[in-house]
Nanobody, 124 residues
Framework: QVQLVESGGGLVQAGGSLRLSCATS????????VAWFRQVPGKDREFLAS????????YYVDSVKGRFTISKDTAKNTVYLQMSSLKPEDTAIYYC?????????????????WGQGTRVTVSS
């Protein structure tokens, strides 16, 4: 079982940056990949990026390439999502997700473990 706790959300102006954190803990020594998703209430959940257990391989949805960067601090068991050039349409609740398989490349491939989410609001 993997536990995920997101943090770092908040209010930011358009064009600004924000770094989200996903602290992970597991009762298993098995490796797991971590992904970031986001969801606007009333809309479908959207996959953003994923990273493998080593932190060396990443996968992004095309729409965020160049603006968002996923990374992992293996010593801290924390995965980050650095977001830059933020737009009002990036406003959403951001969730991290974990699965044994990499890449997590979409909602249908999401793992069974989810965090509680952190809210990001981008003002125009």
């Amino acid at each position: 079982q993997v536990q995920l706790v997101e943090s770092g959300g908040g209010l930011v102006q358009a064009g600004g940056s924000l770094r989200l954190s996903c602290a992970t803990s597991a009762r298993t020594s098995s490796p797991y990949a971590v992904a970031w998703f986001r969801q606007v209430p009333g809309k479908d959940r959207e996959f953003l990026a994923s990273i493998d257990a080593t932190g060396r391989s990443t996968y992004y949805v095309d729409s965020v390439k160049g603006r968002f960067t996923i990374s992992k601090d293996t010593a801290k068991n924390t995965v980050y999502l650095q977001m830059s050039s933020l737009k009002p349409e990036d406003t959403a609740i951001y969730y991290c997700n974990a699965d044994a398989q990499f890449p997590i490349s979409g909602d249908s491939l999401a793992g069974p473990y989810w965090g509680q989410g952190t809210r990001v609001t981008v003002s125009s």
